[in-house]
């Protein structure tokens, strides 16, 4: 399952987002917001984080205007990498090497093909695992400071 959720600045592309996983046959699961009112991207960020964390999602998709709030507070939670992405080259790169269990997008700064594109390639890369696995260790070992 997919976990997803934004603020009022990600709320149209993430409805977007939901739709054409859905159509590709994902599992999906809103975690709001569920208008355009404003809303605290920490707040929004917590259930999409709680549920990656906990194993009830697989992977987790947050949009908030440009990404970046929403991504910083993701990251602090313990156990999330959540990598900010506006092209597909990062989106590659943040499975490959870096295990990222959240993606993060603005949604203000790209467009939904361009989304799309970068959601695909997210959910379909593969950890290399190898030499990155002693980075992502040292990642835990801070989490635990």
């Avoid at 910083?72 to 990498?81: F, L, M, Q, T």
């Amino acid at each position: 399952m997919i976990a997803i959720g934004s603020d009022h600045g990600g709320f149209e592309l993430k409805n977007y987002i939901v739709k054409y996983l859905l159509e590709q046959g994902y599992a999906v699961k809103d975690y709001g917001t569920y208008s355009e009112d404003s809303v605290d991207y920490p707040d929004c960020a917590a259930p999409v984080c709680d549920a990656v964390v906990s194993g009830e999602a697989e992977k987790g998709i947050l949009i908030c205007g440009t990404g970046i709030g929403i991504s910083i507070a993701a990251n602090k939670h313990k156990g999330i990498r959540a990598a900010l992405c506006s092209d597909a080259y990062s989106a590659t790169m943040s499975r490959r090497h870096n295990n990222a269990n959240i993606l993060c997008m603005g949604g203000r700064v790209i467009g939904r093909e361009l989304a799309y594109m970068i959601t695909d390639v997210w959910l379909h890369e593969e950890f290399e695992g190898g030499r990155h696995e002693k980075r992502i260790a040292k990642i835990h070992e801070i989490e635990q400071q």
